[in-house]
């Protein structure tokens, strides 16, 4: 189903498979379109349904990372890249050691900087210089974060150093032995990095993201759901599963 709401436009799908089908689908098609673009991946659980669709679309020969460029949201820190919770180690895990993408061209936070200040200008930087994210894939979280911009007073404008909220840890100790062993702070694009990106793509799952869709489609913008910024965006397709859309397909023209 396709919907239209402000600038969003909206795809609505009744399972996972086929919500990050349909995503994956739009990404090959700009890869087509643009084979040295830019791409923003972003990780979590949410992507793995879309990675692992590239993956067999790169392997049918209908996606050629060859000549792509990529950037990802954000790393933990402090972290060791070769850390099984590491953001480094997902996306070879889950994506890149399944394409053909070039090693050199693939951008992500050292988890591991001993300056994380400095690391943060530095990516910056490397973002600037390959001219900025064409297409950036998004996850949402409870809190409405996006990337590691957790709610906040202000909408952060670049990379930075930031810790994480309680929620945020609570629902990442999953993924770890226990709760005290989730990185306290990150390195995460900022919202106006994010907003930079001249084609975005929000994917958003799963009955518990219900009521926090709500806020960023409906709600005021508001930097305590960074989210909500995107309603400014003039590019925003977003992408749920009937389970995440229950509490607004039907105010969706």
């Known amino acids: 189903m396709k919907k239209n709401y402000q600038n969003f436009k909206i795809i609505i799908e009744e399972s996972y498979e086929s919500i990050c089908g349909v ?7 700009f890869i087509s379109a643009k084979p040295d673009g830019v791409l923003g991946f972003a990780t979590g659980s949410t992507p793995l349904g879309v990675y692992s669709r590239l993956s067999e679309l790169h392997k049918a ?16 820190h402090p972290i ?14 889950n994506l890149f050691s399944h394409i053909n993408i070039d090693p050199k061209n693939i951008g992500l936070p050292n988890g591991a900087a001993k300056d994380a200040l400095a690391e943060c200008t530095a990516y910056e930087q490397k973002i600037s210089d390959a001219g900025g994210i064409d297409l950036q894939l998004l996850g949402l979280g409870h809190n409405g974060h996006i990337g590691f911009n957790e ?16 929620s945020t840890i609570t629902a990442n100790s999953r993924l770890f032995a226990s709760p005290d062993m989730v990185p306290k702070h990150a390195i995460t694009m900022g919202i106006g990095t994010i907003f930079s990106a001249k084609q975005i793509l929000l994917l958003i799952c799963g009955e518990s993201k219900a009521d926090i869709v709500e806020k960023v489609l409906f709600g005021d913008i508001d930097p305590m759901v960074p989210g909500s910024i995107l309603q400014l965006h003039p590019d925003v ?10 509490k607004v397909a039907g105010r969706l023209r």
């Open 23 to 29: 995503t994956a689908d739009i990404i090959a098609k």
């Open 61 to 76: 020969g209908k996606a050629d990372f060859a000549h792509i460029k990529s950037f990802n949201l954000d790393e933990y």
């Open 80 to 93: 060791e890249k070769t850390d099984s919770q590491s953001y480094n180690y997902y996306m070879n895990d």
């Open 151 to 166: 709610p906040s007073a202000i909408f952060s404008k670049t990379t930075h150093y930031t810790p994480l909220t309680e």
């Open 237 to 246: 397709t977003l992408l749920m599963d009937a389970a995440a859309s229950k």
